[in-house]
T-cell receptor, first 111, second 113 residues
Framework: AQTVTQSQPEMSVQEAETVTLSCTYD???????LFWYKQPPSRQMILVIR??????QNATENRFSVNFQKAAKSFSLKISDSQLGDAAMYFC????????FGAGTRLTVKP | KAGVTQTPRYLIKTRGQQVTLSCSPI?????VSWYQQTPGQGLQFLFE???????NKGNFPGRFSGRQFSNSRSEMNVSTLELGDSALYLC????????????FGNGTRLTVT
């Protein structure tokens, strides 16, 4: 079974600085998709970034980028120039036939 | 374009009752999936429907069921409610291909007393 592990229950970052959230996963598949979702207090899950496993190039979306290490089964999220609005729960997710989520990392942004 | 709409936003039920939750996907989306979110178990996949057919199913008991209508709207039903069913139930829609990004609704908060 595929499992997703987020080893950091909580992280904190100063506004305008950079923070990296960790995610590892376990799978025997070679073709799959990885996602980072953000869940603010409003409860709605918002897609942050997506990575196809067959692509070697790391995905980037504005201030968000990933470090995808397929052999190590690692998929970390880097948030640059952190903003107060980035404060939320962040979930790493693996998708093959269905989506499996990690336990989440609560990110606090300090002004 | 309107987002994913879930109704109701809050529900309070007693043990043994049944409940039906509704989800209206984004226009043009043909896949709807359901997730249960609890502090202890996190986000867990319930099932996914595509073109009115259940395409994938998670590891939940048969008390949890769902269906999808021809307009892609979906309902989830939980029968014989237990205290442990108290959770945030999230619905997500996507265009349809397995790798399509999910777009989530705001969820229905179910409390079982």
């Amino acid at each position: 079974a595929q499992t997703v592990t987020q080893s950091q229950p909580e992280m904190s970052v100063q506004e305008a600085e950079t923070v990296t959230l960790s995610c590892t996963y376990d799978t025997s598949e070679s073709d799959y998709y990885l996602f980072w979702y953000k869940q603010p207090p409003s409860r709605q899950m918002i897609l942050v970034i997506r990575q196809e496993a067959y692509k070697q190039q790391n995905a980037t979306e504005n201030r968000f980028s990933v470090n995808f290490q397929k052999a190590a089964k690692s998929f970390s999220l880097k948030i640059s120039d952190s903003q107060l609005g980035d404060a939320a729960m962040y979930f790493c997710a693996y998708m093959k036939n269905d989506m499996r989520f990690g336990a989440g990392t609560r990110l606090t942004v300090k002004p | 374009k309107a987002g994913v709409t879930q109704t109701p936003r809050y529900l309070i039920k007693t043990r043994g009752q049944q409940v039906t939750l509704s989800c209206s996907p984004i226009s043009g989306h043909r896949s709807v999936s359901w997730y249960q979110q609890t502090p202890g178990q996190g986000l867990q996949f319930l099932f996914e429907y595509f073109s009115e057919t259940q395409r994938n199913k998670g590891n939940f008991p048969g008390r949890f069921s769902g269906r999808q209508f021809s307009n892609s709207r979906s309902e989830m039903n939980v029968s014989t409610l237990e205290l442990g069913d108290s959770a945030l139930y999230l619905c997500a829609s996507s265009l349809g291909p397995i790798n399509s990004p999910l777009h989530f609704g705001n969820g229905t908060r179910l409390t079982v007393t």
